[in-house]
């Protein structure tokens, strides 16, 4: 995503723009520097680093105007169960996160237990070991495939063929992560015999891990919608989903060799 001009037209609508970074992490793209007001990170992904955790993170840039617009009413105007307090006008640049902590906290309760959170500041501890080995794999892993005559299209921002690559270089300048989309020649059935025949990979629906993962979104998690709605999401009957762990690269260009043979034949 173009983060520089989509924050160009929402500071023109005087709107924060707010990014997920979860596929990114801060290691591979700082959104604040590219005109963010918000970042929001799932936890449970690469932050933490080996799906045991379900958290996420909100991280406020303090450069938004709350009080330019009468849009955001809960922060320019007096809050009447804190004696008619305007948060903006109290705390300038903490104002969204004070106003997370004490209302937000107060309507919902606190969500990440104590172990969770240990878990979770240890996989920070890695985290930009693990994304350099992440991106130096699914480089390698999505060249390979990208070659593959079994293979019809693979979609990877950090492939030099992606109409992207330019643009992920600058967003992303470490690397485009480890996740991406491939089309598999032989449709629906030759994506579940894919996913049945890897050893290596695990079928799981989410993605981060230090393991490598794999998802047949047409068969799991979109099987509810239409063909036609599954091509619109970019999920088809012949797409899989794949996040790259920090295996051997040539360990799973192996399994990935063998299971595509057996869905292929």
Not at 182 to 202: H, P, Q, R, T
């Amino acid at each position: 995503t173009d983060l520089d001009a989509i924050a160009k037209i929402a500071n023109a609508a005087q709107l924060p723009l707010i990014v997920d970074n979860t596929s990114a992490t801060p290691y591979l793209c700082n959104p604040i520097q590219h005109g963010a007001a918000l970042v929001v990170h799932s936890t449970t992904k690469y932050l933490t680093g080996n799906g045991t955790v379900t958290g996420g993170a909100v991280v406020d840039s303090g450069t938004f105007d709350w009080s330019a617009t009468d849009k955001f009413p809960s922060l320019s105007q007096p809050e009447p169960a804190y004696h008619g307090l305007k948060f903006h006008e109290t705390f300038g640049p903490l104002s969204f996160t004070f106003h997370g902590i004490t209302v937000g906290l107060r309507d919902l309760g606190m969500t990440m237990n104590p172990q969770a959170a240990h878990y979770t500041l240890m996989g920070i501890e890695t985290l930009s070991l693990r994304m350099e080995r992440h991106v130096a794999n699914a480089k390698k892993i999505a060249s390979w495939l990208e070659t593959d005559p079994r293979i019809e299209k693979v979609t990877y921002a950090g492939l030099p063929s992606s109409p992207y690559a330019k643009r992920a270089m600058r967003i992303c300048p470490k690397g485009a992560g480890a996740l991406f989309t491939v089309a598999v020649k032989g449709g629906y059935d030759a994506c579940v015999k894919l996913v049945e025949n890897l050893n290596i990979f695990s079928h799981v629906a989410n993605l981060g891990d230090a393991r490598s993962l794999i998802l047949h979104p047409a068969s799991t998690t979109h099987r509810q919608l239409s063909e036609e709605q599954q091509e619109a999401a970019g999920a088809g009957p012949s797409v899989v989903r794949i996040s790259i762990g920090i295996e051997d690269a040539d360990d799973l260009i192996a399994d990935l060799d063998q299971a595509l043979s057996a869905a292929t034949a």
